[in-house]
């Protein structure tokens, strides 16, 4: 069966998470041109929203075929977050909203926002309530992303996705490690596989997914509706595309075991199987370091038309260097050139003196990529850990409007 959302069917079944200073505008398109799924945009704070804050302002743009158009919103109070849900819904700018339940970071956590939220039930609940109840008027669905608790002591996932639930949220993604984890250790899939046993409404799973195969591979051992892609596409736009060819030939391989039939007399699994091949192969995409460079420029142009400034634009582009070409041969101060460059004209001429022919790093597969670090201590406001059925919205949680 196919994942829905309101009226859009997610197939493949893979949402592209939002990460801050990487979904823009230009990712996204970039990410879409390899295959299908839901792309959500950076994390927008209800309270910037809600009062119009330039830099959010340029953040909340779609392209123009962007469909669903995906926006994640963080918030603490039920009330904000009904008013930027509503100028949502007045101004038609989304057509489907995400909260955000599961950043880890100490600004966030230290005033009781992001992960620290599930805690106090009462509170998380009205916040989801507040959010499905001023996008119903216009058939917006809502869902909601999150991590297991704070720490091992204090798990929350299982009862904040039947909250959520209750709440009308159409699913629920759960990142599998806590707060206290943050992007170290590995996910426990096992959490995704319990919360799917729990909730009628769809589950999908986080963490760990680096190639094609691990998302498979989760939805079979956790029986999740879909998967959560992050860190796993940075500088590898193209794992979309392995993403889509993988789960057309899962879908097939399915077929086939229930002898699904066409009408015609072909079999389901062998118009999947084409389907599949109309893709070029149900094998991952391996770009020598020549067809890297051309994605690495298009990526540079796309920036470059979103930004509407060649320089402004080339300089967003620096930090995606490093990931894209991860395990090539290519020396430091090429590398750090590509880092400082400023133009459209100076990164082509960088990029000319990469040798094409260079085949894909095939030892990086499987590979953890982008942020890792560390366990820590979650930061929580005093006594934030003393009663789970506050309602009380934090102080000062939510009055920063930079943006973001």
Not at 197 to 209: T, Y
């Amino acid at each position: 069966m196919t994942l829905q959302l309101g009226r859009y069917p997610v197939d493949p079944p893979v949402v592209l998470a939002p990460m801050a200073g990487i979904t823009n505008v230009a990712f996204r398109q970039l990410c879409r041109e390899q295959g299908g799924g839901i792309y959500v945009c950076e994390m927008i704070t209800t309270v910037a929203l809600a009062v119009r804050n330039p830099k959010t302002e340029k953040m909340i743009e779609f392209a123009p075929d962007e469909q669903p158009r995906s926006m994640q919103l963080y918030g603490v109070d039920p009330e904000i977050t009904a008013k930027a849900v509503r100028r949502v819904v007045d101004e038609n700018l989304a057509d489907h909203i995400d909260l955000n339940f599961g950043c880890s970071v100490k600004k966030i956590t230290s005033k009781g926002g992001g992960s620290a939220i599930p805690w106090k039930r009462r509170l998380f609940g009205s916040i989801v309530k507040a959010a499905v109840d001023a996008a119903a008027p216009a058939g917006i669905p809502v869902t909601v992303k999150m991590r297991k608790g704070i720490d091992d002591d204090h798990l929350t996932y299982v009862e904040a996705g039947l909250i959520a639930q209750e709440a009308g949220a159409k699913w629920v993604a759960l990142h599998a490690r806590t707060a206290a984890q943050r992007y170290s250790g590995e996910a426990d899939w096992e959490a995704i596989a319990t919360l799917k046993e729990a909730l009628d409404v769809p589950v999908l799973g986080n963490g760990d997914i680096w190639e094609a195969e691990d998302a498979l591979r989760m939805v079979r051992e956790t029986g999740c509706d879909g998967v959560v892609v992050g860190r796993g596409c940075l500088g590898r736009p193209w794992l979309f595309a392995d993403l889509e060819a993988a789960f057309r030939a899962h879908a097939a391989e399915a077929a086939h075991a229930a002898g699904e039939t066409h009408a015609a007399g072909e079999t389901h699994a062998a118009g999947a199987a084409h389907a599949a091949g109309a893709m070029g192969r149900p094998e991952r995409v391996m770009p020598n370091l020549g067809e890297v460079a051309t994605i690495m420029r298009r990526h540079a142009e796309l920036l470059v038309q979103w930004w509407g400034a060649e320089r402004e634009a080339v300089t967003d582009f620096r930090k995606h260097v490093a990931w894209y070409l991860k395990g090539f041969p290519v020396g430091p101060q090429l590398r750090q050139a590509m880092a400082m460059s400023s133009s459209l004209m100076e990164l082509d001429d960088l990029l000319g003196k990469l040798d094409f022919n260079h085949p894909f790093p095939e030892a990086n597969l499987g590979q953890p990529r982008g942020r890792t670090n560390s366990p820590a201590k979650v930061v929580l406001p005093y006594g934030w850990l003393d009663d789970r059925d506050s309602d009380a919205v934090p102080e000062d949680a939510e009055h920063d409007d930079s943006g973001g």
